[in-house]
């Protein structure tokens, strides 16, 4: 795993990307090695994302005392997140010839690694408002809608950095992944029965 003084420069770096300085780019490893390390940026995701699927098992059994049943959801929660995270870049390794970003491949996928652990920190005032104030719905709901809408903006620019490609081509390429990653989500979710549809029939 990579020390902490190269986890910061890793995150500051996606960081820059997010805000379209291409210079971003030059803090993070691109090398074969850094495109596997760059997959630690999930551990490093790990805290606020374990908060945020106790703090969704909470919503869904709605505070109840079945702990059991709580820890479950947490547990399904989590496989749901990993493989909408992964699940894009597997079907990427196959077509990525075909769209012709072979060249920018391991560029994007080691700077939306590093750049989905720092959005994940980015959510966790979120959550932590979320478990303190359960009953605050209104005001975390907006928050919510908020850094969520902010972490679209700044993936999206993180995402045409990365690629170095016009609008024109970054745009629909990056509504394929975030769909596809959304996609992901709710089947996955809906299979597990741990959408909120599923989970009102307990």
């Known amino acids: 795993m990579p020390n902490i003084d190269d986890i ?10 997010m805000l379209g300085k291409k210079d971003g780019i030059d803090q993070l490893d691109i090398s074969a090695e850094g495109f596997w390390q760059s997959f630690y940026a999930i551990a490093v995701a790990l805290p606020p ?11 869904l059994t709605a505070g109840g005392e079945d702990a059991t049943l709580r820890f479950t959801i947490v547990l399904r929660a989590a496989f749901v997140d990993i493989v909408a995270w992964i699940a894009p870049i597997v079907v990427l390794t196959f ?3 075909r769209i012709g970003l072979a060249k ?9 690694n590093w750049g989905g652990a720092l959005l994940a920190w980015a959510f ?13 719905n209104d005001a975390i709901t907006l928050l919510a809608v908020i850094v969520f809408g902010a972490s679209i903006v700044f993936s999206y620019r993180l995402t045409q950095t990365a690629l170095q490609r016009p609008h024109t081509y970054a745009l629909p390429f990056f509504a394929c ?26």
């Open 124 to 136: 966790a005032p979120v959550t932590l408002v979320q478990l303190l104030l359960p009953g605050r």
């Open 8 to 17: 910061y420069r890793y995150l500051y770096g996606a960081w820059r990307m």
């Open 177 to 202: 992944i975030f769909f596809g990653s959304l996609f992901v989500t709710i089947l996955l979710q809906q299979i597990l029965g741990i959408g909120f549809e599923a989970m009102q029939k307990i």
């Open 95 to 97: 077509i990525v010839h």
């Open 49 to 59: 994302l374990l908060a945020g699927w106790v703090a969704y098992s909470a919503d």
């Open 104 to 112: 920018r491949f391991a560029p994007y996928v080691i700077a939306s």
